[in-house]
């Protein structure tokens, strides 16, 4: 996993971290049980204060992410299949939003864009 942060986003680097994690998580990059690099091995990889990536660590944890062994590092906890669909379902709103408002700003009405998502959906095994 690379974890890229930037200190012009506007989003905190603690943040960034942990959106970066989640996805991971979401992804299936990171599986139950693989572990995390260790706070001060990320914070000298991305050259940021070791307070940043504990910080980011600290709140994986209390949203059930990540689990912290003392002494060991931190590790990936198993997932609530509820919360990874609902991660899902809020990934396609989005992406469903984006293009009604694409198809409204361009004149196109609902049933185009129906007509859209039945063809895409019956030609998705071509764009695998």
Not at 4 to 15: D, F, H, Q, T
Not at 26 to 35: I, M, N, V
Not at 42 to 52: E, G
């Amino acid at each position: 996993m690379k974890i890229i942060v930037s200190n012009r986003s506007g989003i905190p680097i603690y943040e960034q971290i942990k959106d970066q994690v989640k996805e991971a998580i979401f992804s299936g990059e990171l599986t139950e049980g693989e572990a995390l690099p260790s706070i001060r091995h990320l914070a000298k990889d991305l050259q940021i204060s070791v307070i940043t990536t504990s910080r980011a660590y600290s709140d994986l944890e209390q949203e059930g992410f990540i689990v912290n062994v003392q002494g060991k590092g931190c590790y990936v906890l198993p997932q609530d299949k509820e919360m990874l669909r609902e991660n899902t379902l809020r990934k396609i709103e989005g992406a469903l939003l984006t293009a009604i408002v694409a198809a409204y700003a361009g004149g196109i009405d609902k049933k185009a864009l129906y007509t859209m998502l039945d063809l895409l959906w019956e030609d998705y095994d071509k764009y695998e």
